[in-house]
């Protein structure tokens, strides 16, 4: 059985700004990297932080809903649905 969650306008604003965030840290370690290779777990884990939590805002603004849990396919299946 498929988790979600309810979505209101402060679940919304906060998700985008999680989004930005994990984006904007990313966006700086690179930045500051002597090595971007030797950043890049690191670099991309951000940046799938930043996906999900934009991910949570689509499916929020088009189905009121957001994916709850570990279980990506649940997620999958809200943003098909967007």
Do not use: P, W, Y
């Not at 904007?24 to 991309?44: P, S, W």
């Not at 499916?59 to 009121?64: D, E, N, R, W, Y």
């Amino acid at each position: 059985m498929a988790r979600s969650r309810r979505c209101d306008e402060a679940t919304i604003v906060g998700r985008l700004r999680k989004a930005e965030q994990f984006l904007d840290a990313a966006d700086t370690i690179r930045e500051f990297a002597d090595d971007e290779h030797e950043v890049g777990d690191v670099l991309v884990a951000l940046c799938v932080h930043a996906g999900i939590a934009a991910a949570d805002v689509l499916c929020c603004v088009a189905l009121g809903e957001h994916a709850l849990g570990e279980d990506h396919n649940e997620a999958l299946a809200l943003l098909t649905r967007v």
